[in-house]
């Protein structure tokens, strides 16, 4: 393949447009340089680190619209760690877990442990979406409301007839901060900040309701055995202080709020679930009119929002197209590695603004004609 140079003035400004972790704005980063970069290296238990902590937690409130009760917690790690905590303290028998992508897999996985009953798990096949469906013992009920693997999006919404008391927990790290729900229909709405929130890794967060958190207490007054570092309880009591238990990283938590403040200031959630919509509209338009590209995802109510998957015919290699693109300094929008299809994956995350989508679909357009 000779190489591809694509003209200056058709680029977008930023080039990155990976799933995770997603660009930052350049103002998070100026600001930080600006008023945070002086808190790296003091205690996170003194007020100048907590006091951000504590605002955090009421911004993430107001930007979800939290019904009364609600609270925000957060540790050190990420989903992964997030997972293992909530096969700890928030499972007290079974699980049912949703599975249609990588990361939905893995939650279902940190279930099987030899303190719970096996997790039932209801499946699809990568670009599809199934349901959870009430079944007795079951107390818990887990699933991604975007699942970032494949780009497909769940309603949140909790399901008629489980079991009294039964507790539904939404993984929301791909989805958070860029799409608008109801935050009464679940009960752990939980993510890491590094998608639309663009912040870094090394920390989960956690919006819980008040039958999660008696949940939370009852669980560690049983006698479980749960790691101090994954205990739920711990973090609840930590969170309540705006602390976390180790030392957190200060860009983090820095670029978090700095999001969060931004989003709310715009107009709150339901401006950011415009905003993405408006960008993967962009690019769910160019493929239905494409004659070489089509969505993933085939039904359009489980079409992401945030994380758009579109497929290629077998004339066109997909590869070819991401490694033009990454050399003219368009980057991460190669499939995730476990599918293994000819496609590319594009974040649209609420830090891109739609006209960026919109370059990026002109150098696609620039790519392609030069490999036809």
Not at 34 to 41: K, V, Y
Not at 225 to 251: C, G, M, W
């Amino acid at each position: 393949m000779a190489d591809i140079k694509i003209p200056a003035n058709l680029l977008p400004k930023d080039g990155r447009f990976g799933c995770g972790p997603s660009r930052t704005r350049p103002e998070q980063l100026a600001n930080f340089l600006s008023e945070g970069a002086s808190l790296i290296g003091t205690s996170h238990r003194q007020a100048a680190v907590k006091n951000m902590v504590g605002d955090i937690r009421s911004g993430l409130l107001e930007l979800f619209r939290a019904p009364e009760g609600y609270e925000v917690i957060l540790g050190n790690g990420g989903s992964t760690a997030f997972w293992d905590a909530a096969a700890f303290s928030l499972v007290e028998n079974k699980a049912q877990a949703l599975v249609h992508g990588e990361f939905g897999s893995k939650f279902a996985k940190a279930l099987k442990t030899p303190w719970l009953e096996a997790p039932t798990i209801r499946s699809s096949e990568p670009g599809t979406l199934n349901h959870l469906v009430p079944e007795a013992g079951v107390d818990a009920y887990v699933y991604p409301q975007n699942e970032t693997s494949t780009g497909v999006i769940a309603p949140v919404q909790r399901v008629e007839g489980v079991d009294e008391g039964a507790l539904f927990m939404t993984d929301a790290t791909s989805a958070a901060g860029g799409v608008d729900f109801d935050l009464s229909q679940t009960d752990v709405y939980y993510f890491a900040p590094q998608k639309n929130f663009a912040s870094d890794g090394g920390l989960w967060v956690a919006v819980v309701s008040p039958a999660a958190i008696e949940r939370i207490e009852r669980i560690s007054s049983s006698g479980r055995y749960i790691p101090e570092f994954l205990s739920l309880k711990v973090a609840l009591d930590n969170s309540r202080l705006n602390q976390t238990l180790n030392t957190p990283a200060i860009a983090t938590l820095f670029m978090l709020l700095d999001q969060i403040r931004w989003i709310n200031k715009s107009g709150g959630l339901s401006w950011a679930d415009a905003r993405t919509k408006e960008s993967s509209k962009l690019l769910y338009d160019w493929a239905h009119h494409s004659k070489i590209a089509f969505p993933f995802v085939e039904n359009r109510d489980h079409q992401s929002q945030v994380v758009v998957t579109i497929d290629f015919e077998d004339s066109m290699d997909a590869t070819l197209i991401t490694k033009a693109l990454r050399a003219n300094g368009i980057l991460d929008v190669e499939p995730y590695r476990k599918l293994g299809k000819n496609q590319i994956r594009v974040a649209t995350f609420v830090a891109t603004d739609p006209s960026e989508v919109s370059a990026l679909i002109t150098c696609l357009d620039y790519v392609i004609d030069a490999l036809s």
